[in-house]
């Protein structure tokens, strides 16, 4: 009993510091910082704010819409580079081996990535929130507004799984292009650029394969603008794809490990 009261709450001070220290690096890297925060909204501001000002898509005006569709944008960018950049990355430094021959737990260092990755995808939403309520006129109330920070929120863990499968598959240098081979062409299949109503049919078809199309369609119907789909098919296919992205970076740690030690 004694030793459960001693390492619990050493344990919880590790994570706690793991995940602080990984935030406070990627917030110094100005080239992750500027850029996952930065292009949703600059694409925001120029198809939101200045050249579909004033025009509708259905029930809402554009700039409601976008937040919706350039929100899921935004947590993919954030979520993706967070995770599967640094961690190829640090696979090429050796870092992984450091921290396996330290007294951390295993799960602190890929828990570390993923709060992270929640942390700046909470930040792109509440920019693009604020930018569309002050200035883009979008009708959302209070609790609209925090319903779908909390959506976008839990819709960046499937691509943080994501990040992680890429990142244990992809090298250091490389990395960065897999990344958006991956990234832009899901962006568009799933109308994040292009709304989903004026996306060729084909392209249409091949959206409802993909994670970004399901969690946008969740976000547009937190603001009133969906395609009157159940919810839970959307959350089932993104738990699925969030287990099937764990249990290929799973295979990929014991990969690395037998590569190793093996």
């Known amino acids: 009993m004694a030793t459960t009261a001693i390492n619990t709450p050493n344990s919880a001070a590790i994570y706690w510091k793991e995940a602080k220290y990984e935030f406070l690096r990627s917030l110094r890297l100005r080239a992750y910082t500027f ?32 937040l919706a569709t350039y929100g899921t944008f935004g947590i993919m960018g954030a979520s993706l580079f967070g995770t599967a950049g640094a961690l190829a990355a640090e696979r090429g430094l050796g870092w992984l081996q450091v921290k396996r021959a330290s007294p951390m737990p295993p799960l602190a260092y890929f828990a570390a990535k993923i709060i992270k990755g929640v942390i700046f995808s909470i930040v792109v939403v509440l920019c693009l929130l604020a930018l569309g309520i002050v200035f883009g006129n979008a009708h ?21 799984a994501m990040g992680l499968a890429i990142g244990y598959f992809a090298g250091p ?17 799933s109308g994040l650029w292009i709304p989903f109503m004026f996306l060729p049919k084909f392209l249409q078809t091949i959206a ?51 590569k190793l030690y093996g």
């Open 35 to 66: 850029s996952v925060i930065g292009f949703p909204v600059m694409f925001y501001i120029l198809f939101g704010l200045l050249i579909n000002r004033g025009e509708n898509l259905g029930s809402v005006n554009v700039s409601t819409y976008l």
């Open 140 to 160: 959302i109330s209070f609790m609209t507004a925090v319903r779908l920070l909390l959506t976008l929120a839990a819709g960046s863990l499937p691509f943080c």
């Open 173 to 189: 240098n490389s990395a960065p292009a897999v990344i958006n081979m991956i990234y832009l062409p899901i962006s568009f299949c």
């Open 208 to 258: 409802h394969f993909l994670p970004s199309y399901h969690i946008s369609q969740i976000a547009l119907g937190v603001v009133g603008a969906g395609r009157n789909e159940p919810n839970w098919i959307h959350w089932v296919a993104l738990c699925a794809f969030t287990a099937l992205c764990v249990g290929v970076a799973l295979y990929g740690e014991r990969r690395d490990e037998g």
